[in-house]
């Protein structure tokens, strides 16, 4: 069983920044738990979107094109931690984000291809 809990959101004015934290506990990194980390968001009335994944093993990262050059995914491998840089913010990053993780089979932008997800945090930008 893995647990991914988030932490790091809250209200910033446009321009701002925010970091988002997810801490991963259980049987969680092997290749066939947990081999890739993500950020996933969901704003009001809109479906879940990819923002960003950290394959565990090589640090490879992925980004959506909306954030690019904006945000930065980490992780800390002794913490079992993964992080979300957001910088630059915009209002119409307001969403809930979420960190999910997945094994290292499938599509790393699909949110049907995690396995684990945590609860969320609320990011709210404003103009």
């Known amino acids: 069983q893995v647990q991914l809990v988030e932490s790091g959101g809250g209200l910033v004015q446009t321009g701002g920044s925010l970091r988002l934290s997810c801490a991963a506990s259980?049987?969680?990194?092997?290749?066939?738990?947990?081999?890739?980390m993500a950020w996933f968001r969901q704003a009001p009335g809109k479906e879940r979107e990819f923002v960003a994944a950290?394959?565990?093993?090589?640090?490879?990262?992925y980004y959506a094109d909306s954030v690019k050059g904006r945000f930065a995914i980490s992780r800390d491998n002794v913490k079992s931690t993964v992080y979300l840089q957001m910088n630059s913010l915009k209002p119409e990053d307001t969403a809930v984000y979420y960190c999910a993780g997945k094994p290292a089979y499938g599509s790393n932008y699909i949110a049907g291809n995690y396995n684990d997800w945590g609860q969320g945090t609320q990011v709210t930008v404003s103009s």
């Open positions: 259980g049987r969680a990194f092997s290749t066939y738990v947990i081999d890739v």
């Open positions: 950290i394959r565990w093993r090589d640090i490879r990262t």
